[in-house]
């Protein structure tokens, strides 16, 4: 059974910064695409930032560009996305999901398995 576990978030003041991680079981990271995604209250889910285990090639959406940075650890078989900077339009939960497909995907279709999530509050 695969899973994907999502931790790090919490409440953060603005221009701060956490570090969220997405630990796999039951699949190997460096055979999948990992991305992770958010949803704000009302809004549709987005692609944040991508990251292609099998060449290293990153996405990153453009309003999270110079501030998030996307990594993996493939012997921890875990994606970590460091967030600063945090602004209070960051707020949303935050999902990873894993794709088959051996490019950047930054569609939500484009995945097979997705965590449960964790929440990410930016007070201003």
């Known amino acids: 059974e695969v899973q994907l576990v999502e931790s790090g978030g919490g409440l953060v003041q603005a221009g701060g910064s956490l570090r969220l991680s997405c630990t796999a079981s039951?699949?190997?990271?460096?055979?999948?695409?990992i991305g992770w995604f958010r949803q704000a209250p009302g809004k549709e889910r987005e692609a944040v930032s991508c990251?292609?285990?099998?060449?290293?090639?990153?996405y990153y959406a453009d309003s999270v560009q110079g501030r998030f940075t996307i990594s993996s650890d493939n012997a921890k078989n875990t994606v970590y996305l460091q967030m600063n900077g945090l602004k209070p339009e960051d707020t949303a939960d935050y999902y990873c999901?894993?794709?088959?497909?051996?490019?950047?995907?930054?569609?939500?279709?484009?995945?097979?398995?997705w965590g449960q999530g964790t929440q990410v509050t930016v007070s201003s």
């Open positions: 990251i292609s285990t099998t060449d290293s090639s990153t």
């Open positions: 039951g699949l190997n990271i460096d055979d999948y695409t």
């Open positions: 999901a894993a794709s088959r497909h051996t490019i950047v995907v930054i569609t939500t279709f484009g995945y097979d398995y």
